[in-house]
Nanobody, 119 residues
Framework: QVQLVESGGGLEQAGGSLRLSCTAS??????????MGWYRQAPGKQRELVAL???????TYGDSVKGRFIISRDNAKNTVFLQMNSLKPEDTAVYFC???????????WGQGTQVTVSA
């Protein structure tokens, strides 16, 4: 199955930037990562969509991050990125990358990486 390894989380000041990376590997990754996504979950809240990207580069974003975050991918490196700009304290959450189209049907999840934005 697909394995996802994330990096890039940490502590940042409001207005700053962070860049998350998620690298996929595994025997079936070539068919399992047609769509990759970033999701986040704050304490006591449901996991929510941040951004999705297809293998062709088509992207969608959650309303709360539109205009601030950019999702991209390097298919040759099997890596998906999330460039987070103009960070806000409400962006504080554990960020997960996922291989699949929806939360309910996700094929694989990364381990999650903490993003904390101070006011």
């Amino acid at each position: 199955q697909v394995q996802l390894v994330e990096s890039g989380g940490g502590l940042e000041q409001a207005g700053g930037s962070l860049r998350l990376s998620c690298t996929a590997s595994g025997r079936i990754f070539s068919i399992s990562i047609a769509t990759m996504g970033w999701y986040r979950q704050a304490p006591g809240k449901q996991r929510e969509l941040v951004a999705l990207i297809t293998d062709r580069g088509t992207s969608t974003y959650g309303d709360s991050v539109k205009g601030r975050f950019i999702i991209s991918r390097d298919n040759a490196k099997n890596t998906v990125f999330l460039q987070m700009n103009s960070l806000k304290p409400e962006d504080t959450a554990v960020y997960f990358c996922g291989a699949g189209d929806t939360i309910a049907t996700m094929r694989a999840w990364g381990q999650g990486t903490q993003v904390t934005v101070s006011a």
